[in-house]
């Protein structure tokens, strides 16, 4: 059974500083989603990975994506406060049907 | 263009009652599941739909059914709700595997 982990759960960070946080899953696939989700909202796509060795960059955030070592990052850099908010990877279990296995999320608080 | 959209967008229901959620895909999309996030946890796979066929089912009971329309709608079914049924439900279209899932806005259901 797919199994997706994120660590931190939470992190509380100044503005300005640089960070990475990780997900690792434990079966092969090589599809793999980062979302945010604001409070009491819906999940807002930020990158879709496809492949071994992909790497995405929208404004401050940065993902990759390492197919053999089950494990993708998502690095901040010099965080603002908008980036407050839950950030969830999910894979994708590529067992015939589109089904995400999301991991629990991490709580990213950015101090000014 | 028009996103995923869902409806309603709160709803509260006593135990034991039953409930109807419904999701309209973006336009094309043929692909569309639903997700239950209980508060404080990452989004769980409840069921996936393909041009009208069943084509994954997650880990819930037989309370829940689910079915895709014609026009690609979708509508998901909780029979004898339970406390435990109150979450976020989340319904997320998708064009086809490699362009990644959009979520709607949710429908918060509360079982009192």
């Known amino acids: 059974e797919l199994k997706v982990e994120q660590n931190p759960l939470f992190l509380s960070m100044q503005e300005g500083k640089n960070y990475t946080i990780y997900c690792n899953y434990s079966t092969t696939s090589d599809r793999l989603y980062w979302y945010r989700q604001d409070p009491g909202k819906s999940l807002e796509s930020l990158f879709v990975?496809?492949?071994?060795?992909a790497v995405k960059q929208e404004g401050r955030l940065m993902a990759s994506l390492d197919t053999k070592a089950r494990l993708s990052t998502l690095h901040i850099t010099a965080a603002v406060h908008d980036l407050s908010a839950t950030y969830f990877c999910?894979?994708?279990?590529?067992?015939?049907?589109?089904?995400?296995?999301f991991g629990k999320g991490m709580k990213l608080t950015v101090n000014p | 263009d028009a996103g995923v959209t869902q409806s309603p967008t709160h709803l509260i229901k006593t135990r034991g009652q039953h409930v109807t959620l419904r999701c309209s895909p973006i336009s094309g999309h043929k692909s569309v599941s639903w997700y239950q996030q209980v508060l404080g946890q990452g989004p769980q796979f409840i069921f996936q739909?393909?041009?009208?066929?069943?084509?994954g089912r997650g880990n819930f009971p037989d309370r829940f059914s689910a079915r895709q329309f014609p026009n690609y709608s979708s509508e998901l079914n909780v029979n004898a709700l339970l406390l435990g049924d109150s979450a976020l439900y989340l319904c997320?279209?998708?064009?086809?595997?490699?362009?990644?899932?959009?979520f709607g806005s949710g429908t918060r259901l509360t079982v009192v």
């Open positions: 999910a894979v994708d279990s590529q067992g015939g049907s589109e089904k995400l296995v």
């Open positions: 990975l496809l492949s071994n060795g």
């Open positions: 739909y393909y041009e009208k066929e069943e084509r």
């Open positions: 997320a279209s998708s064009l086809a595997v490699n362009y990644g899932y959009t």
